[in-house]
């Protein structure tokens, strides 16, 4: 998928046993695809780490409307280790939020939800508002 | 006397056997008419295929709505895949939607859905739950997410499918 032209909308992995590995490959897909809108991968049991490339990324995808990783853990509060993580998921996604509102003001509508931005599991929904 | 007794018991059973002669002519031509006029419904296709797997005959058919093929919780044969598929590969029904939640369809199953559903032109969700999803399964999704526009594959959802992860990551 990631090397070839797949043009699907929506792409849903729920408790399909994700590895890291996969998760970059996914992200690859997502910077390269111009029409997915909605991506799940919830229920996978992933680890901080393992989102770090996805994260970099998402500001490259201009079509991503949804993405849903509740269930993975994503961030870890109670763990001092993974501060840095925490950081750098956040201003991840403080950059992603600021590039939305850029599209924003280009005529598109956007709105954040973070309420589910809490310690697990994490839901991360963006919708057109 | 006994003679003439005989002749006419031959007589009888020669006119019976002639009758059933004419009788089986008449039902395999009943049949070939029959099979003739009603080629291309699909329900008769679907029948065919499930009877010759010796196989219960399932409504498979009767549950596509809207273009929509919904099976939640209802167990399904490799026969019943494979008159589903032969349908589809002989366009006599058409589908844009398929779900398949906790339908017993293993691997090789899933592989035969799939290479009937490639066959279709429109297929546009394909929703996967709670069955298996393994090499076969995996080889056969390929070119159907490799349509090109108008004909792509819209959604794809896999949820809880007894799989191996170097498998998504082969997907991916």
């Not at chain 2, 002749?7 to 019976?16: F, G, P, Q, W, Y």
């Not at chain 2, 058409?94 to 293993?106: E, R």
Request: hydrophobic share 40%; glycine share 4%.
């Amino acid at each position: 998928m990631a090397d070839e032209e797949v043009q699907i909308r929506s792409l849903s992995l729920v408790r399909m046993q994700i590895s890291k590995i996969c998760l970059d490959k996914i992200a690859d897909f997502v910077k390269d695809s111009m029409f997915l809108e909605d991506l799940d991968l919830s229920w996978n049991n992933l680890l901080p780490l393992d989102f770090c490339h996805l994260f970099n990324v998402l500001s490259r995808n201009l079509t991503l409307r949804s993405l849903n990783l509740s269930c993975n853990t994503i961030i870890n509060k109670e763990n001092q280790n993974d501060k840095v993580i925490n950081n750098a998921f956040q201003s991840m996604l403080d950059d992603y939020v600021f590039r939305r509102r850029e599209a924003a003001f280009a005529g598109i509508q956007y709105t954040l939800d973070q309420k589910y931005l809490t310690n697990y599991p994490v839901q991360v929904t963006y919708g057109l508002g | 006397m006994d003679c003439i007794r005989d002749d006419t018991l031959v007589k009888r059973a020669a006119k019976i056997v002639k009758q059933i002669k004419v009788y089986e002519i008449g039902q395999k031509s009943h049949e070939e008419y029959f099979c003739h006029t009603f080629r291309n419904d699909p329900n008769l296709l679907y029948h065919k295929v499930v009877d010759e797997a010796k196989e219960v005959i399932l409504p498979l058919l009767n549950k596509i709505v809207d273009n929509k093929l919904i099976l939640k919780d209802y167990t399904l044969d490799s026969g019943h895949l494979n008159g589903l598929a032969s349908c589809l590969k002989n366009k006599t029904i058409t589908i844009d939607a398929v779900l398949f939640d906790n339908c017993g369809i293993d691997d090789e199953e899933l592989a035969i859905l799939l290479e009937g559903l490639l066959a279709l032109d429109g297929i546009e969700h394909f929703v996967y739950k709670n069955n298996v999803f393994l090499q076969e399964g995996l080889e056969a999704i390929k070119p159907l997410l490799l349509k090109p526009d108008p004909h792509n594959l819209q959604e794809l959802r896999l949820v809880n499918c007894a799989t191996h992860p170097y498998l998504m990551t082969e997907m991916i």
